[in-house]
């Protein structure tokens, strides 16, 4: 049973550019949330899709969206890039239902790095 | 603001000893508290939960302590081994399915 599916692996972008990063997630789960994880830092939220709507963010600019495609795979799309956008960007994926969130499943992330 | 802190970047433990990972969170409204392990290169990965009408909860060699008076979770392994070497993340659950986490500590186990 596949888990969460991130690509690509790593990426690197020239300051000002726009990226997209992909995620699958797990099978049978219906939610995709996305965070940015500095070096050194916990994992911050960035966003959460549940039937391709988003439906919580947390403290990010709008150069920050994202998508979600009806079969529940998910995009996250960042603008006029950065030096401070490097990071691993992790994706996780969950039941819409599950309360406990220890349904929670997390790809091995994106590593941006911006030049 | 740092909501959850984990003040201790990295700590180093020997082999079948006890590994205690501590955090601190500044809400006493926060109701659900989650550990989660990141080995390089790998997502986080869910650990073990503990819900603030609790204080204690165990899962085999791991368990969690919460002290809603002091506002403070720890984690305890025992016996470590050297899997178990890898960051560890406290979290909080806020809103719907959105979590907060502290910055992480770095545990060594030592053969």
């Known amino acids: 049973d596949a888990g969460v599916t991130q690509s690509p692996t790593h990426l690197i972008k020239t300051r000002g550019q726009q990226v997209t990063l992909r995620c699958s997630p797990k099978?049978?789960?219906?939610?995709v949330s996305w965070y940015q994880q500095a070096l050194g830092q916990g994992p911050q939220f960035i966003f959460q899709?549940?039937?391709?709507?988003?439906?919580q963010r947390g403290n990010f600019p709008d150069r920050f969206s994202g998508h979600q495609f009806p079969n529940y795979s998910s995009e996250l799309n960042v603008n006029a890039l950065l030096l401070g956008d490097s990071a691993l960007y992790l994706c996780?994926?969950?039941?819409?239902?599950?309360?406990?969130?220890?349904?929670?499943?997390f790809g091995s992330g994106t590593r941006l790095t911006v030049v | 603001d740092q909501q959850v802190k984990q003040n201790s970047p990295s700590l180093s433990v020997q082999e079948g000893r006890i590994s205690i990972l501590n955090c601190d969170y500044t809400n006493s409204m926060f109701d659900y508290f989650l550990w989660y392990k990141k080995y390089p290169a790998e997502g986080p990965t869910f650990l073990i939960s503990i819900s603030s009408i609790k204080d204690k909860n165990e899962d085999g060699r791991f368990t969690v302590f919460l002290n809603k008076s002091a506002k403070h979770l720890s984690l305890h392994i025992v016996p470590s081994q050297p899997g178990d070497s890898a960051v560890y993340f406290c979290?909080?659950?806020?809103?719907?399915?959105?979590?907060?986490f502290g910055q992480g500590t770095r545990l060594t186990i030592n053969p």
């Open positions: 996780a994926s969950s039941w819409a239902d599950r309360g406990r969130l220890d349904g929670y499943t």
């Open positions: 099978s049978g789960h219906d939610t």
């Open positions: 979290a909080y659950r806020e809103g719907a399915q959105k979590l907060v």
């Open positions: 899709y549940y039937e391709e709507e988003e439906r």
